[in-house]
Each structure stands twice: as structure tokens, then as C-alpha cells.
């Protein structure tokens, strides 16, 4: 194949800004008739490919990471309000969706549930804490009550702070216990777990 002179090369360039307007309208009518067959083209070559062009991207985003991040921040700031009813519509589009998958999962994951109750009536109460593996916790004890000493049965399982949430204790691994619920509710926040012992 020849290769294009610096005199074609100029007369080209001067052919489009001549010719600008046509030229992107000619593109323009050619890709709305064949944009299915563009987007099946660009598909298939992007499975071919998909390798070659990923690692491309990660190449490009190094080197390129400062301004990506910067152009992406000034972007963010420019569609401000155009972001938030996108969002807000898309929120509304797929509210049952989202509520009902939630409900799936809370659902199938009561553990965790217990635990961000139990966080969220710590923060209630303006007390440290944060989110405790309540199944770590069942390990560690062995499902054996801290309170009276006895086994634990599933149903009468509740989780007891030795330094109670109303004395400053806070939530966290070492200050919860496996416990009964009657023990639990029975010892109280005024009596720590020598005290009830002997009481029982």
C-alpha cells in the first residue's frame, strides 16, 4: 500500500474543513442505519478481545490515574442535581425490587439482622460499638450461659453485655456473652454477674 504524500494529506484536511458539516452528517445517517450491525461487530470483538483490552485499560488508568480521578471529581460537581434525580428516579423505578430482595436476605441471614439491631440500640444510646459476628460470638461460648453456666437451647439464646450498655460498656466482643433470656432480662443493668449469681 502507498503511502499518502504530505500534499494529499493537506488537500484531505482541507477537503473536511471544507466539507465538515456534510461529512458528519453522512456519518451521522450511516450509523443510524447500521448501528445493530455495529453494536454486534463491537460485541463480538470485545469477547474476542476482552483480555487485550482489559489489560489496555489498566495500562491507561495508571498512567492516567490523577486525571481520571480529577476529570470524574469535576464531572461529579458539574451534574450535581442531574445525578441526584437520576439516581432519585432510578430509586422510585426499583423500590419494591430492592425491598422485597432485602426482606429475601434479611431473611436468610437472622444473625445478622440481631447484630445491626443490637448496633443500632448501642449508637441509640451514644455508646461506642461497632458490628459483632454474633455466630463468633455462639463459637466462643460454646452456647453456654455466662450468667447461670447452663447449655443454651437455640430459642432461649440472647446475647448479654457483662458491662451493661446504661453503665458506658460498650458493644464490642469481649463485653457480650452468650446468656438465657430469662437470665438476661433478670439480671438487669443494675447487677453485674456475681451479684446475680448469688442471688440465684
Known amino acids: 500500500m502507498a503511502k499518502t504524500s504530505e500534499k494529499e494529506r493537506l488537500y484531505g484536511k482541507a477537503y473536511y474543513q471544507d466539507n465538515r458539516e456534510r461529512i458528519k452528517a453522512q456519518k451521522k445517517a450511516y450509523y443510524e442505519a447500521h448501528r445493530e450491525e455495529g453494536k454486534a461487530k463491537s ?4 469477547e474476542t478481545h476482552r483480555e487485550k483490552q482489559n489489560a489496555r485499560r489498566r495500562v491507561y488508568y ?4 490523577d486525571k481520571e480521578r480529577a476529570g470524574k471529581k469535576l464531572y461529579a460537581q458539574d451534574h450535581r442535581e442531574q445525578r441526584r434525580r437520576i ?3 432510578h430509586y422510585q423505578a426499583h423500590k419494591k425490587e430492592r425491598n422485597e430482595a ?9 444473625e445478622k439482622k440481631n447484630a445491626l439491631r443490637m448496633l443500632r440500640a448501642t449508637h441509640k444510646r451514644g455508646v461506642p460499638g461497632s458490628c459483632v459476628d454474633l455466630e463468633f460470638i455462639k463459637e466462643r461460648d460454646r452456647m453456654v450461659c455466662g450468667i447461670c453456666g447452663k447449655k443454651v437451647r437455640p430459642k ?4 448479654d453485655h457483662i458491662i451493661p450498655l446504661a453503665k458506658g460498656g460498650p458493644h464490642a466482643p469481649w463485653n457480650l456473652q452468650v446468656a438465657h433470656r430469662r437470665c438476661n432480662s433478670t439480671r438487669g443493668a443494675g447487677r453485674t454477674p456475681g451479684k446475680l449469681r448469688l442471688d440465684l
Not at 432485602?102 to 437472622?110: L, S, T
Open 43 to 46: 460485541r463480538a470483538y470485545h
Open 62 to 65: 495508571q498512567v492516567n490515574q
Open 87 to 89: 439516581a432519585a428516579a
Open 102 to 110: 432485602a426482606k429475601r436476605w434479611w431473611r436468610a441471614h437472622p
Open 156 to 159: 432461649d439464646l440472647s446475647f
